[in-house]
């Protein structure tokens, strides 16, 4: 059950309170519906679901968030932050109303607090355990990044099958053999699968996480997963990134020489 908005019970991925402040006097921003309760609002938020736009932007604005409040920002406005994040200002609005935002006019969204409803609706006010499969360069990086287990990504296994860097240490961890795969799964609970295997390895590994319970699955090998219903995987390639940036810059560098 998600907590309270006016009583969390743990405090947001950054340490902070999360605690609810005091409404500040005034309208709330446009798309905040300022006749409901909080508690009514959640409730509308699980009965009618989040669009998956919405969703995908929520990361978005948790990052901008945190920034802010690194830099001890208190409140920013709608349009400051669609500003800083590259959203249109009544796009934003209305995602943030999907989570009963407490947007007050002229004086803005309170960072903290929308930083612990982002972070509670993106299901990051509870810890979740990741294993990588795949203890290359990439593997190796995303064991090394600091940055996971501030948003509540814990890493608790990194593994590969090449026997010679089996054993080794990276980030704290042991690095385990592919063939402990379901056994490290059960052993650590794991909720996530990362996979930064090569192209022909990726199907295999995806096939025994899915086999082993795990339903969320982060691919970085550069092929298509087939997984069974009610298994998530999102895909990152980075090449195809790369390849969108250069056609960018080609369409840039051909507009400049025909204004040349």
Known sequence: MSPSPQQP???GPNGRSGRRPVPSPGR?????????TPASRESLVKDRGIPEATVARLPVYLRALHALADRGVVTISSEELATTTGVNPAKLRKDLSHLGSYGTRGVGYDVEYL?????????????????????GNLGTALANYGG???????????????????????????????????????????????????????QGVCDRMVAAGVTSVLNFAPVVLNVPVGVD???VDLSIELQILAFHAQRKAGEETVHA
Do not use: C, M, N
């Open 9 to 11: 019970s743990r405090s």
């Open 28 to 36: 709330p921003e446009p798309g905040v519906d300022e006749t409901s």
């Open 115 to 135: 930083v612990y409803q982002i972070s509670r609706e993106l299901g990051l006010t509870q810890d979740w355990v990741v294993a990588i499969v795949g203890a």
């Open 148 to 202: 996971f287990a501030s948003r509540g990504f814990r890493i608790a296994a990194l593994l590969d099958a090449d026997t010679g860097t089996v054993g080794s240490r990276v980030a704290g961890l042991t690095v385990e053999h592919t063939d402990k795969l379901e056994a490290v799964i059960k052993q650590h609970a794991v909720s996530i699968g990362v996979i930064a295997t090569p192209a022909g390895a990726a």
């Open 233 to 235: 995987v999102r895909k």
